[in-house]
T-cell receptor, first 113, second 115 residues
């Protein structure tokens, strides 16, 4: 089966750095995605990791360790607009499930002044 | 470039009534997804189309839910009859290639309230 765990909520201060962790168990791993979702809006793509290591994109970075079933999203120089839900999603490539994303429950991040 | 379009944005109905949601994916995207998202949860896949073929509908409650994508472009998701527990946001997403890297682009969703 598949299981994805991430913290329900986190709080951080404007200008600081925050790390959102995600652990997963899946039989047919084919990549891990991070999405950002503001309240009442659609999820928007942030990052994609399929190989071990760090992917950096501006203030956001994402790390993957396939052997540990672990990823994190790192947000630097936090801004108030970063307050949102951050969704970790694992893609399964097995059979007709190729391309299927399994989402975690999301981590609600609150950025305080 | 236009994003994924969904309508309506909001729908309020009484239980046992039918309801339908419409989605138009990004032009050129052959893969279309319907997700259900409950409050405080991540999206859950209901059905995935590659062109006009439903390649994964294992999570679709087929007793009351149906979907179609007749010409491989836009799609309709229907619930008949709706139940109280169907209240949720229904998200449509599209991507280029179901097995490639292609990220999924989401529409704004339809928020359904069943009274």
């Amino acid at each position: 089966g598949q299981n994805i765990d991430q913290p329900t909520e986190m709080t951080a201060t404007e200008g600081a750095i925050v790390q959102i962790n995600c652990t997963y168990q899946t039989s047919g791993f084919n990549g891990l995605f991070w999405y950002q979702q503001h309240a009442g809006e659609a999820p928007t793509f942030l990052s994609y990791n399929v190989l071990d290591g760090l992917e950096e994109k501006g203030r956001f970075s994402s790390f993957l360790s396939r052997s540990k079933g672990y990823s994190y999203l790192l947000l630097k120089e936090l801004q108030m607009k970063d307050s949102a839900s951050y969704l970790c999603a694992v893609r399964d490539h097995r059979g007709n499930q190729g391309g299927k994303l399994i989402f975690g429950q999301g981590t609600e991040l609150s950025v305080k002044p | 470039e236009a994003g994924v379009v969904q309508s309506p944005r909001y729908k309020i109905i009484e239980k046992k009534q039918p309801v339908a949601f419409w989605c138009n994916p990004i032009s050129g995207h052959n893969t279309l997804y319907w997700y259900l998202q409950n409050l405080g949860q991540g999206p859950e896949l209901l059905i995935r189309y590659e062109n006009e073929e439903a390649v994964d509908d294992s999570q679709l409650p087929k007793d009351r839910f149906s979907a179609e994508r007749l010409k491989g472009v836009d799609s309709t998701l229907k619930i008949q009859p709706a139940e109280l527990g169907d209240s949720a946001v229904y998200l449509c997403a599209s991507s280029f290639g179901g097995r490639s890297v292609g990220e999924q682009f989401f529409g704004p969703g339809t928020r359904l309230t069943v009274l």
